[in-house]
């Protein structure tokens, strides 16, 4: 089984300041991870993933995520916000093996993010 | 690269009434496609999915029903909505060149 928490709904910043979106996973298999940007009225852009390479992984737009497995967490930061980059994310997990597992995406509650100017 | 159309944008229908949302796909041949519903406030929550022709997997049993009937087709209906089937619906398709690609969505209310 598997399963992704965000542990802030909303997450309000000023322009130009750092973004930390936070997102913590279980899963029973060695997981893939993902970060994804829904803009109102748009389809699911993929930022930026992790798939057992390095820990330290760079998306795109400045985003960047941390992989850590001691403290299963995949945080999502960006050391200066945009006005462009209110939008709302998604952290998701995929499992690597697991028969009918393998391949499903589980998402987490979705944090939305606003920047003032 | 793979791209994905789901239509219409938005639907407004009244309870009771049938449901038929579509997806279709280009380039790529036997891709994974998925139809996920996200309710206000949750996120996303995968409804079926299959990996084939007439090959449908159903996460969450409920009101809704999904059909393949080609390899780039995948269809998400319902004979008869309920209040509760209101919310954001998104078809992706995954293949193993290209990973994953979402449609642009679906926004259902039921009134």
């Known amino acids: 089984a598997q399963s992704v928490t965000q542990l802030d709904s909303h997450v309000s910043v000023s322009e130009g300041t750092p973004v930390l979106l936070r997102c913590n996973y279980s899963?029973?298999?060695?997981?893939?991870l993902f970060w994804y940007v829904q803009h109102p009225n748009k389809g699911l852009q993929l930022l930026l993933k992790y798939t057992s390479a390095a820990t330290l992984v760079k998306g795109i737009n400045g985003f960047e995520a941390e992989f850590k497995k001691s403290e299963t967490s995949f945080h999502l930061t960006k050391p200066s916000a945009h006005m462009s980059d209110a939008a709302e994310y998604f952290c998701v997990v995929r499992p690597n093996a697991g028969g009918t597992s393998y391949g499903k995406l589980t998402f987490g509650q979705g944090t939305i993010l606003t920047v003032h100017p | 690269s793979q791209t994905i159309h789901q239509w219409p944008a938005t639907l407004v229908q009244p309870v009771g009434s049938p449901l038929s949302l579509e997806c279709t796909v280009e380039?790529?041949?036997?891709?994974?496609l998925y139809w996920y519903r996200q309710a206000a406030g949750r996120g996303l929550q995968l409804l079926f999915y299959s990996v084939g022709i007439g090959q449908i997997s159903s996460e969450v049993p409920q009101n809704l029903s999904a059909s393949r009937p080609q390899d780039r087709q995948f269809i998400l209906s319902s004979k008869k909505l309920l209040l509760s089937d209101s919310g954001f619906y998104l078809c992706?398709?995954?293949?193993?060149?290209?990973?994953?690609?979402f449609g642009s969505g679906t926004r259902l209310t039921v009134v």
């Open positions: 380039g790529t041949s036997n891709p994974n």
């Open positions: 992706a398709l995954q293949s193993k060149v290209y990973g994953y690609t």
């Open positions: 899963s029973s298999y060695s997981p893939s």
